[in-house]
């Protein structure tokens, strides 16, 4: 045998286990980033000790042991229902999730209501050719105006996405006390 190839396979043993060594490493990971995927739910392991809900309008991550009270109310305000779920802090942040809906179909809250869809209607027609987000789905704050200082909002766009996430947060900060699996909440739309 060539002295120098046997030198060669002595030397290059040692690195080549040095190799299956991580890649073995590196496999044994593999289960734990498959955890990480959605459930059907959208529920998902998270950050230990924290709740975190992700939307197509943001993202609120707050510490577990920082939420001071959970509610889920509804109230009439300028001529619409709003449905809210707030997600109160010992911190100077808070969450507000809500969905909006005409107070009463037909009724004097809502005589304008045919208009105002009408004129929607043709709003999505031109953001949808100049490829720019649909301002009427964002949270509008006027200030000095705004009572919502120091809260982050976010404007759901279905009903039962607030349900959810107020089932989400209550079962893993009340009930779980976090010591739940699924303490994140991904509710986004598909990409397209």
């Known amino acids: 045998m060539n002295p120098s190839l046997h030198h060669f396979r002595h030397r290059s043993l040692p690195l080549l286990?040095?190799?299956c060594a991580v890649a073995i490493s590196a496999i044994s990971f593999l289960p734990i980033a498959s955890f990480a995927q959605d459930s059907d739910n959208g529920e998902q392991a998270g950050i230990n000790g924290f709740w975190e809900v992700e939307l197509d309008g943001g993202r609120f991550v707050v510490r577990l042991d920082?939420?001071?009270?959970?509610?889920?109310?509804?109230?009439?305000?300028?001529g619409a229902r709003v449905y809210e779920v707030t997600v109160d802090?010992?911190?100077?942040?808070?969450a507000r999730f809500y969905f909006l809906e005409p107070a009463t179909d037909g009724g004097?809250?809502?005589?304008?209501?045919?208009?105002l869809d009408r004129a929607k209607e043709l709003a999505k027609t031109v953001t949808a050719r100049t490829g720019t987000d649909a301002v009427w789905d964002d949270v509008i704050k006027i200030y000095p105006d705004t009572t919502h200082a120091?809260?982050?909002?976010?404007?759901?766009?279905d009903r039962d996405?607030?349900?959810k996430i107020y089932d989400h947060v209550h079962r893993v900060w009340a009930e779980e006390r976090g010591k739940g699996k699924s303490n994140k909440l991904r509710i986004v739309s598909p990409e397209e």
Do not use: C, N
């Open 17 to 19: 286990g040095g190799f």
């Open 66 to 78: 920082t939420i001071s009270s959970v509610s889920e109310h509804q109230y009439l305000v300028d």
């Open 89 to 94: 802090t010992t911190g100077t942040q808070a």
């Open 108 to 115: 004097p809250l809502s005589m304008g209501q045919a208009a």
């Open 150 to 157: 120091r809260t982050a909002e976010y404007r759901l766009q």
């Open 161 to 163: 996405v607030l349900k």
